[in-house]
């Protein structure tokens, strides 16, 4: 579980290499009907070279990787990562596409099909390919190795690409319908949108170094051997994935708010919206970590027996994750003002409080110590840019009811416990008083909140 954590956080900061943030540049020169499959054309084309020079680079050097990470057995394994990198950066374009033309259920559609894909090989190759082999059946003595591991785990996702790039296909299609007043390739707009996108790729790597970094940091500054430190890395990256309820409300926010925004910039009320849409997400990321917390007695069973020992990370990472879903929310400014600079300074920032946050509470900590640092760091960027998008993009945002919902959440959550540790220690009971709590707070939004939240959806 170490080794797969650690690989896929690296290959989180291929991936903005890769793809050099040119979906967002997409976005903002291709929100007119008119402009978009221009910017579609542009981007996709320079991905599509792009794509094949880095990955044939990287596949060249993939020997000197793999020792450099202390993995020299595991040079496959490297190999694997790289593909499926490049497979990521060639769908980004047609994903981006999606997302401008606002079909939403055939985003959704793609990405559940990669989603069932990957689940269905993890556990072909995992569990049944043992039992195949074992007893010689469907030749799968010829086609499974039972010294891969978890190898079949970077497999499944490589296949579960590739059956992606294939339902996207249509979408390149669409580059060779370019119109007799367009140029194919359309030179003076894609130095505009690497202009506009050079300081997003410094948001993009800071932005990894602040999801992912922990981990190898953890490898590196842990105590104890390669294994105990890797053992370690596996725990916090298992119970990370308990974090992923609030990470997917997150992410589905960030896939819609970019051509959201963007569309919108130019419409009347259109900062009484962003404001809007920022309370919407405050209440419904706190209704998730409350709902998260008060039934972790279920959701502990999201990772197995040995790692729950670091389910005390969980809370944290809930509220770091959505004080990050918060940030998406607040620095569209940069981008809609186009000083994407500055919202490169800020991600250089919070790299900065991770980096120093996770060197010097992960040796007095371990994994939770990484688990603040990313609090700290979320955090931080949120209120700088906040405070800085006042100063170039002023939007009325209900601070004090986003932070009112927030400290209630977490208010209800130490109830709870209070409440259980008193009178509840039966699990059914348990139970009982946690979807109490939970409705008692949702109760509670409708009451304050529940005209303002219709008009918000509505709009």
């Known amino acids: 579980m170490g080794i797969q954590t650690e690989l896929y956080s690296w290959a989180a900061f291929l ?10 540049a997409m976005f903002r020169f291709g929100s007119k009907q008119e402009e978009l499959m221009p910017a579609f054309r542009t981007a996709a084309l320079s991905i599509l070279f792009s794509t094949f020079l880095f990955a044939g680079i990287m596949l060249y050097f993939s020997s000197a990787f793999a020792n450099w990470l202390e993995y020299p057995q595991l040079q496959h394994y490297i190999v694997w990562i790289i593909l499926i990198v490049a497979l990521d950066a060639l769908v980004a374009i047609p994903f981006a596409l999606l997302r401008l033309q606002e079909r939403a259920l055939n985003f959704a559609l793609i990405k559940i099909v990669n989603m069932l894909s990957y689940l269905g090989m993890v556990f072909f190759f995992v ?14 003595t010829y086609w499974f190795s039972p010294n891969l591991g978890i190898g079949y785990v970077f497999i499944a996702n490589l296949l579960a690409n590739i059956i992606t790039l294939f339902m996207l296909l249509p979408s390149y299609f669409g580059l060779f319908k370019s119109s007799r007043d367009q140029p194919f390739f359309d030179q003076v707009l894609w130095k505009k949108m690497m202009l506009y996108a050079g300081p997003l790729i410094i948001v ?6 602040n ?12 105590p104890g051997d390669l294994d105990s430190r890797l053992a370690q890395v596996g725990i916090y990256g298992a119970c990370y994935k308990i974090a992923i309820f609030m990470n ?8 819609a708010a970019e051509p959201f925004f963007f569309k919108h910039a ?3 009320g259109s900062r ?17 970590f409350l709902g998260v917390m008060v039934f972790m007695d279920i959701f502990q069973y999201f990772v197995a027996a040995p790692y729950r020992e670091g389910i005390t990370i969980v809370p944290i990472l809930l509220m770091a994750n959505l004080c990050l879903g918060l940030y998406y929310s607040l620095a569209t400014w940069y981008k809609l003002a186009d000083k994407t600079s500055i919202g490169a300074y800020i991600s250089i920032f919070g790299a900065l409080i991770t980096i120093v946050g996770n060197l010097l509470l992960i040796p007095w900590l371990g994994y939770m110590g990484a688990a603040w640092a990313t ?12 405070l800085l998008g006042q100063r170039y993009y002023p939007v009325p945002y209900p601070i004090t009811k986003i932070l009112s919902y927030m400290a209630a959440a977490l208010i209800c959550y130490f109830l709870y416990q209070w409440l259980r540790n008193q009178f509840a220690a039966a699990s059914f009971l348990s139970f009982a008083l946690a979807a109490l709590v939970w409705l008692l707070y949702l109760a509670g939004v409708w009451i304050f909140e529940g005209k303002n939240l219709m008009k918000i959806v509505r709009r």
């Not at 993009?204 to 170094?209: D, F, H, K, M, N």
């Not at 609090?375 to 906040?386: E, K, N, R, T």
């Open 127 to 140: 569990k049944a390919g043992p039992y195949l082999y074992e007893h010689q059946l469907l030749g799968a």
């Open 266 to 268: 130019a419409k009347d």
């Open 15 to 24: 991936l903005i290499p890769f793809t050099y943030r040119m979906e967002t």
């Open 375 to 386: 609090l700290a760091c979320y955090a931080s960027m949120l209120i700088v840019c906040y």
């Open 248 to 255: 997917l409300l997150t992410q589905a926010f960030n896939y």
């Open 204 to 209: 993009g790597l800071a932005g990894v170094v």
């Open 211 to 222: 999801e992912v970094l922990d981990r190898t940091l953890l490898k590196t500054l842990l």
């Open 272 to 288: 009484q919206l962003y404001a809007d849409v920022a309370l919407l997400f405050s209440i419904i990321g706190s209704l998730v």
